[in-house]
Structures are given as C-alpha cells and as structure tokens.
C-alpha cells in the first residue's frame, strides 16, 4: 500500500492490519497510528478519543497500570490488547483496532492473532499514558518494531517516542 491509497479510517485500517502481529505487540502503534491520523486530517472529536487497554484477567500488568493511573508508579507498561473510543463514552463496547470489520466486545472475546477473554479494562487512558506504555510497556516481541518507520512512512505521521 502506498501513502497515496490512504484517503479514509478504513483504509488506514486496512493497512495496519495487513502488518505482521500488528495485535500481538503492535496494538499500541496500531491504536496510536490511528489517532494520529485522525488528529493529522483533522478529525472532530479528537478531543473525545480515548484509548481502552484490555486485560485477560487482573494480573502485574493491569496492577501495574491501575497504579500509574493512580499516581503511585513513575511508569505505565502494556496490557493484553489496546483500542480506540472515539465516542469517549465509558463502557463503550463498540471500539475500533486496526481491524476493518470492528470488534464488539459486548460478546467480551477479541478474536484476531491473539486470543483472550476481555475481564477488566481501564477506558479513560490519554495519549500521555498511552505515549508512556509504549516507551516503557512489556510487548509482546512478535510484532517486529521494523514496521514502526512504514507505519509513520505510509501514514505521514510521526511516533516521536
């Protein structure tokens, strides 16, 4: 795919999930790729976007995070799988990753490279915490960071992480 075939958020979708693992360790390039893509062509409601990090089940990752969020730890990590609200409503269930066809987890199983029960989630997480997990996260080493530069090349943004 070229710079020049990504003209709207499905097509951007399209190419993300078209990189290796991009959900087994990429999810959060993939979420924030998608964001600031919309925030480069001036998406509406960027100010409402907020980041969803799913957990598998309350383990060092989600403690961890709830900590951060919290004030008590200097540094956020990774979760089991990030995603986009772009309602900014709590509790939505109706969020975007870099699949074309959109998950609902109302049905609470996100089917994709990785497999997982959604059993807790934190909603509210900021570009800030999001630009800290990827800095600082544990990922998930099959998504190979080589991909980054395409990702900022294709889409013309920049990490800056």
Request: contains cysteine.
């Amino acid at each position: 795919m070229k710079k020049t075939d990504i003209k709207t958020l499905s097509d951007v979708q399209k190419f993300l999930n078209g990189i290796p693992y991009i959900n087994c360790g990429g999810c959060g390039y993939s979420a924030y790729a998608i964001y600031l893509w919309l925030k480069k062509t001036n998406f509406e409601k960027i100010d409402k976007v907020k980041f969803v990090y799913l957990y598998s089940e309350v383990d060092y990752f989600y403690k961890t995070n709830e900590a951060f969020i919290k004030g008590e730890r200097t540094n956020s990590t990774s979760s089991s799988h990030i995603m986009i609200n772009l309602a900014g409503r709590k509790n939505n269930t109706k969020l975007i990753d870099s699949s074309p066809n959109g998950v609902d987890l109302s049905i609470s199983k996100y089917i994709d490279e990785c497999e997982f029960t959604v059993t807790k989630r934190h909603n509210d997480i900021d570009e800030s915490i999001l630009r800290n997990s990827l800095k600082f996260g544990c990922w998930n080493s099959m998504f190979e960071k080589k991909y980054i530069k395409k990702i900022e090349r294709i889409l013309d943004i920049k990490f800056n992480i």
